[in-house]
């Protein structure tokens, strides 16, 4: 009897995601993939397969990729030391080399091969092919030299339509062409953001290490399910905004000004976060969405 009972709740689940698997059909996703889930392989593996699942059912999905401490592992393998201002990395020449060597050369491939192996097509792509991603560099906090750090300036969505429209599933990794051509390092949460409302992505949903945006930094039952494009702008002044979630957020708010339907924030150390977000009542994590 426990047996067909199973049988029972896998049929349940699988008739209660039939209603959103309608729903996106056809839609662009851009999934903002970083944190622990980057890290732990098995998590890898299963976020890959959700990514492939999503392409099966006919969605079109786009990921932007992170690697911030994949980067200093290997720059200190090198004997480099990395610097940081106010959380920043100072992205010298060296350390550009590195961290594009790492993002486009070795994480971006990681993860199209794991979806390869899930049966669905995915082609790496760095911001400079197809100067998919224009940039210019930034100053840091008071006016500090960042180095090669930019911010994103242009998007051409060509060579990714080209792809999807191919049927591939473009990965994306956060460098950007500068006017002379030269490589720019770019947040990923900044590239994402940016980057779907350009690509008339219905969500974006931004894996990370924690559950979404809390009202008490110390307390997980404060977490915030839902906040209007207003109160995620006022969010971002107060003290219940650590350092690290403000390019997260914020990532979020230019995605839904520039179009984008609903912004997630959702904790992609949880199997299967994505999945539950998506094809699911209970939904997880933090939605940004319009006024």
Known sequence: M????????????????????????????????????????????????????????????IVVHGGGKKISEVMERLGLQPQFIEGLRVTDDATMEVAEMVLVGTIAQDLASHIQAAGVSAVTLSGRDGCTLGACRIPGPNGADLGRVGEVTSIDTRLINDLIEAGHIPVISPIGRESSGAPLNINADTAAGALAGKVGARKLVTLSDVPGLLRDREDPSTL??????????????????????????????????????????IDGSRPHSLLIELFSEEGIGTMVVGD
């Not at 979020?252 to 924030?265: D, F, K, L, Y």
């Open 224 to 265: 915030i399910s839902q906040l209007t494009l207003s109160e995620a702008r006022e969010m971002l002044t107060s003290d219940a905004v650590g350092s690290g979630m403000i390019p997260k957020l914020q990532s979020c708010i230019t995605a839904v000004e520039g179009g984008v339907e609903r912004a997630h924030m």
């Open 2 to 61: 426990s047996g067909q009972n199973n049988i029972a709740l896998r049929a349940q689940v699988l008739i209660e995601a039939l209603p959103y698997i309608q729903e996106f059909r056809g839609a662009r996703i851009v999934v903002k993939y970083g944190g622990a889930a980057m890290v732990d392989e098995e998590l890898k593996r299963s976020v890959c397969q959700d990514v492939a699942l999503l392409h099966y059912v006919g969605i079109k999905p």
